[in-house]
Nanobody
Framework: QLQLVESGGGLVQPGGSLRLSCAAS????????IGWFRQAPGKEREGVSC????????NYADSVKGRFTISRDNAKNTVYLQMNSLKPEDTAVYYC??????????????????????WGQGTLVTVSS
């Protein structure tokens, strides 16, 4: 079965850190750009970060720049989102998505569902004291 599986969510205090993982099952991520998204209760889904298939290009939402870092380990078929200095407003369900693109292509944080080939089921991040 071809799927993405997120993990690493949980409850953390403000100022704390979490590392989310997005693992592919049934296919290799080598030729896929990956995006991370989040959706807070009552709000629309928003783009958080993305990384090109080569790993050379990354983008971040202004709200997470300097705090979150996206990376990929193709040998482990996994993409990570390191989240530091977490704030209560980071509380949301976090999703990863994959789209097959040429190696030299940029990545975009579009929330258009049909742009992406695969979506994960989401992992909940709660930032609270």
């Amino acid at each position: 079965q071809l799927q993405l599986v997120e993990s690493g969510g949980g409850l953390v205090q403000p100022g704390g850190s979490l590392r989310l993982s997005c693992a592919a099952s049934g296919f290799t991520l080598d030729y896929y750009a990956i995006g991370w998204f989040r959706q807070a209760p009552g709000k629309e889904r928003e783009g958080v970060s993305c990384i090109s298939s080569s790993g050379a290009v990354t983008n971040y939402a202004d709200s997470v720049k300097g705090r979150f870092t996206i990376s990929r380990d193709n040998a482990k078929n996994t993409v990570y989102l390191q989240m530091n200095s977490l704030k209560p407003e980071d509380t949301a369900v976090y999703y990863c998505a994959a789209v097959r693109l040429p190696v030299q292509a940029m990545c975009v944080m579009t929330v258009l569902l049909h742009y992406w080939d695969y979506w994960g089921q989401g992992t909940l991040v709660t930032v609270s004291s």
